[in-house]
């Protein structure tokens, strides 16, 4: 009997503690449950990506080469079909590309400077 004296005694929570445990808890879930979600609805075939970096790599060789005409590509797995609108009054070149992988289409639009040569 003397060792349970020893022992302190543990108040109870209140309800109020309860309550608001269990909402922290319950946002933490949500947030989690949302990040889920996101991660889930953005499920791309591989091909996307790699149509994606392509998409870039063509940009740079376009620039580099003053290539500035429609063209379309194709790879294995994926159809990229670049448009050019040139605006000479703002010295700039509209590029559009429309990448086909699967069953979905993606646009991509690039803006970048054009210089006409002399």
Not at 47 to 57: D, L, M, P, Q, R
């Amino acid at each position: 009997m003397l060792l349970l004296k020893n022992f302190k005694i543990l108040k109870a929570s209140s309800v109020a503690e309860s309550v608001i445990a269990i909402a922290i808890i319950s946002v933490c879930t949500l947030v989690a449950f949302l990040v889920y979600l996101n991660v889930i609805k953005q499920n791309k075939p591989i091909g996307f990506f790699n149509a994606k970096h392509k998409v870039n790599v063509i940009t740079e060789q376009s620039v580099l080469d003053n290539d500035y005409e429609d063209n379309v590509y194709t790879f294995n797995g994926y159809t990229i079909n670049k448009t050019v609108i040139i605006n000479k009054t703002e010295h700039t070149a509209h590029l559009k590309f429309i990448v086909k992988s699967g069953h979905s289409t993606d646009v991509i639009n690039k803006l970048i400077s054009y210089y006409e040569e002399d």
